[in-house]
Every structure is written in structure tokens, then in C-alpha cells.
């Protein structure tokens, strides 16, 4: 079995009609782009792994291929890369959408991988008076929101969010939302490509159609018992070494935030592997066998089995650190730390 090593993975870049045309401070090099994009896949299946000894191969093969001690334990038996992380740069308007549960998923969408969708949003970047949509107001009912779909008044049944940078919120599936401009946002989620679109305000695709809309599978779908889901609060995590916090844990991934100001010790859990999401800042990943140098809108792959390794930045570094968890196990250790019950229910969501 090849030493365990960390290994970055190239991102994909998807063109979207409602994407930018620069995705700086991310990808600074990216200006002036010929086409819109949208999205930047960070953990992707097609995506190519940098380094090691997976080099050259997609993330989706290369997770065929790995020894169960760089998964983790409890991720053996996982078919697919569990997790999509991607960074998100709209220009206009999302559609206003929703996704499935896997109940639904697994039933209904067996062809599209069987998988409902689950997300949260990480608000890199917020110009002044950025806003998201996220959950309906309480008392929306099937009716007026079929009839306000009709209308093109929908947005007015949803609970408006303003966004700052470093905001943070959980979309369950079964919540309508939309994202709108004046943002960059890191998206963290199930691995699932299922989106139903119900409103996309009147857009033409490449050939000049509509986009298609999927209401009737939406309408199955939306809870409209209640909201669930949006801003969250995060945790702060003692360490004496950075600044960490806890933004949301479910049963498909928990997401730390850590911003680091000198070196960061990182501890290996053999139960799972670690993505680090690089959000601001550069410097190394090393211990006394390798040395790597990280950069701003990298993703990086940190095997179960990988002995203890340092992050040293060379400019203050905020990243994304997230983990595939046990959740009853994750609750139980905060537990032990001494968080209670009311402040837990903020960032473990059910």
C-alpha cells in the first residue's frame, strides 16, 4: 500500500447562464472569461487529482481505488466520493429551486444516482445589500405557492436573508431557495446533482428555450409543514493554535471554518479522510517526510491514515475543513466538551 500523502484536486470550472464573467479574488487569473461560469467543482468525480500516487486519475476512480485506511473505517463501504464541495459565482439570479430527499431520491431518481441533496452555504464574499432566498414564510400553502409560481410572484413568499461575508446557512432538502448576486459562496453537499427548478424568471438557454422546469416533482418534495433550514450560528471550538468554529454538522458532512495566523497542527482520525478548502491565504502542508504549497481556491484530500502534519501559512490562511461524521458520535463528543443541548441544536442538524 502506497504512504498515506496528501493530494490537491484540480477544480472544474462549469459555465452557467447565470455565472460571472471573473472569478477573482478566488481565481484571479480567471478575467475577462469568453463564457459565464458558475460553478468551480472543487471535489467533483471527473476532477484530476494533482499529486501522489493517484495522480493524473479522476477523484471518482481514484476513491475506487483507495486502501480502506485512506478513506477511513466508517466510510468503507461507500461506492462514490461522498461529499461536493464547489465554489459558486452568480451574476444574476439562481433559479428558484429545491431538492429531493434520499427517500425520495432512492425511489424516484434511481437514474440520477438514487441520492437526495442536502446543502450549506459558506459566504466567501457579500457586496452590500446581498441577499439569499432560503425556506417559504410560515402559513405558504401548495395552492398559493402554485399560483404565485404562475404569477411570477413566488419570491414574495419567501423568507429574504440580507448575507454579510463569513454568514453561514444549512438548506435541507425539501426547502425551496435561491441564491442571488453580489456573492461567492462555498457550497457544501450531499453528493447529488438533483435539482428541481420551479421559477427561472422567463431565461432562454443557449438555443434559445426555456430552461426546463420540473414543478410537479418540486411540489412532492417541498415541506410546507414549516421552515427548515437557514442562517446558522456557528460553534466556537477551543484550540489554542487557531481560530475554529463549527458552522453545521448533519448526517452527510460537518464543516469547520478555521482561520490560522501561525502554524496549525492537524490530526489525523482514522475513522474518516479531511478536505481542506482554502479560502483566503497560502503557505505549506508538510511534516517531516513532504512539503506541499497551498493556495487560495485549492481542495485538498487528507487520508484517514495520514500521521500528524502541520499547515504553516505563509499569509493568514481561512479554510474550510470538512469531515464525513458519525453524527451521534460528533454530538457526543462536543458533549463531552461541555456544550449543551440549546447550543448544540444550532449547528447539528437533524
Known amino acids: 500500500m502506497d504512504a498515506p500523502t496528501p493530494f490537491r484536486i484540480e477544480p472544474i470550472f462549469t459555465p452557467r447562464i447565470w455565472g460571472a464573467r471573473s472569478l477573482a479574488p478566488i481565481y484571479p487569473q480567471k478575467s475577462h472569461?469568453?463564457?459565464?461560469?458558475?460553478?468551480?467543482?472543487?471535489?467533483?468525480?471527473?476532477?484530476?487529482?494533482?499529486n501522489g500516487p493517484y495522480r493524473g486519475e479522476s477523484l471518482g476512480e481514484s476513491w475506487r481505488l483507495m486502501p480502506a485506511e485512506w478513506r477511513g473505517f466508517s466510510l468503507t463501504a461507500y461506492r462514490d466520493f461522498?461529499?461536493?464541495?464547489?465554489?459558486?459565482f452568480p451574476n444574476d439570479k439562481l433559479s428558484i429551486q429545491v431538492h429531493p430527499d434520499d427517500v425520495f431520491a432512492s425511489k424516484y431518481e434511481e437514474a440520477a444516482g438514487g441520492r437526495g441533496k442536502t446543502e450549506m452555504?459558506?459566504?466567501?464574499?457579500?457586496?452590500?445589500?446581498?441577499?439569499?432566498?432560503v425556506g417559504l414564510k410560515p402559513g405558504t400553502t401548495k395552492p398559493q405557492f402554485v399560483e404565485a409560481v404562475?404569477?411570477?410572484?413566488?419570491?414574495?413568499?419567501f423568507i429574504r436573508h440580507p448575507v454579510r461575508t463569513g454568514d453561514t446557512f444549512f438548506v435541507p432538502a425539501g426547502t425551496q431557495h435561491a441564491i442571488f448576486p453580489g456573492v461567492i459562496v462555498c457550497e457544501v453537499q450531499e453528493y447529488s446533482d438533483l435539482t428541481y427548478r420551479v421559477y427561472d424568471y422567463g431565461r432562454l438557454d443557449s438555443s434559445g428555450k426555456p430552461r426546463e422546469l420540473h414543478i410537479e416533482k418540486a411540489l412532492q418534495v417541498t415541506n410546507f409543514s414549516g421552515t427548515q433550514g437557514g442562517k446558522v450560528m456557528p460553534l466556537a471550538l477551543h484550540s489554542p493554535d487557531a481560530n475554529k468554529h463549527l458552522l453545521a454538522a448533519c448526517d452527510f458532512f460537518s464543516t469547520e471554518l478555521w482561520e490560522c495566523h501561525k502554524t496549525t497542527p492537524i490530526e489525523s482520525d482514522p475513522a474518516h479522510f479531511q478536505l481542506l478548502v482554502?479560502?483566503?491565504?497560502?503557505?505549506?502542508l508538510h511534516d517531516s517526510d513532504f512539503s506541499f504549497d497551498y493556495q487560495v481556491g485549492e481542495s485538498w484530500f487528507l487520508p484517514a491514515s495520514l500521521p500528524p502534519m502541520l499547515l504553516q501559512p505563509?499569509?493568514?490562511?481561512?479554510?474550510?475543513?470538512?469531515?464525513?461524521?458519525?453524527?451521534?458520535?460528533?454530538?457526543?463528543?462536543?458533549?463531552?466538551?461541555?456544550?449543551?443541548?440549546?447550543?448544540?441544536?444550532?449547528?447539528?442538524?437533524?
Request: hydrophobic content about 45%.
Open 121 to 133: 452555504w459558506h459566504i466567501v464574499s457579500a457586496q452590500p445589500g446581498a441577499e439569499l432566498l
Open 150 to 157: 404562475q404569477q411570477g410572484t413566488v419570491e414574495d413568499l
Open 278 to 284: 482554502i479560502l483566503q491565504g497560502n503557505g505549506k
Open 314 to 350: 505563509a499569509n493568514s490562511t481561512s479554510l474550510l475543513r470538512i469531515i464525513i461524521p458519525d453524527r451521534a458520535e460528533l454530538h457526543q463528543q462536543l458533549r463531552k466538551l461541555g456544550f449543551d443541548e440549546a447550543v448544540l441544536s444550532r449547528v447539528l442538524m437533524g
Open 82 to 88: 461522498p461529499v461536493l464541495t464547489k465554489f459558486i
Open 33 to 50: 472569461l469568453a463564457e459565464p461560469i458558475g460553478e468551480a467543482w472543487l471535489t467533483g468525480l471527473e476532477c484530476k487529482i494533482a
